[in-house]
Nanobody, 118 residues
Framework: QVQLVESGGGLVQPGESLRLSCAASGIIFSQYDMDWYRQAPGMQRELVAQISSGEWNYATYAASAQGRFTISRDNNKNTVYLQMNSLKPEDTAVYYC??????????WGKGTLVTVSS
């Protein structure tokens, strides 16, 4: 049974940092590109960052995340991370991780809520 479990969300003030984690089980983790998406109230789910499978760990970011967020993975722990710095109120959303192969998200986590507010 495939499981993706996100953690690390919470309430922070603008300018602060959070690190999200997503622990995977039931898949050969190293074979998947791993994605972080987010969905704000009333908005569509959007891609925040992606890290490739294999040894290169190539990362790409949405323009809104570039320079503030860092995605990384530990294949030994079957875990992907999202380090979020300089958080803004507009980063408030439920953050989801997704396991992607061949351009398609095969599995989603249930999400973790990030709220940025003073």
């Amino acid at each position: 049974q495939v499981q993706l479990v996100e953690s690390g969300g919470g309430l922070v003030q603008p300018g602060e940092s959070l690190r999200l984690s997503c622990a995977a089980s039931g898949i050969i983790f190293s074979q998947y590109d791993m994605d972080w998406y987010r969905q704000a109230p009333g908005m569509q789910r959007e891609l925040v960052a992606q890290i490739s499978s294999g040894e290169w760990n190539y990362a790409t970011y949405a323009a809104s995340a570039q320079g503030r967020f860092t995605i990384s993975r530990d294949n030994n722990k079957n875990t992907v991370y999202l380090q979020m710095n300089s958080l803004k109120p507009e980063d408030t959303a439920v953050y989801y991780c997704g396991a992607e192969r061949w351009g398609r998200i095969e599995n989603w986590g249930k999400g973790t809520l990030v709220t940025v507010s003073s």
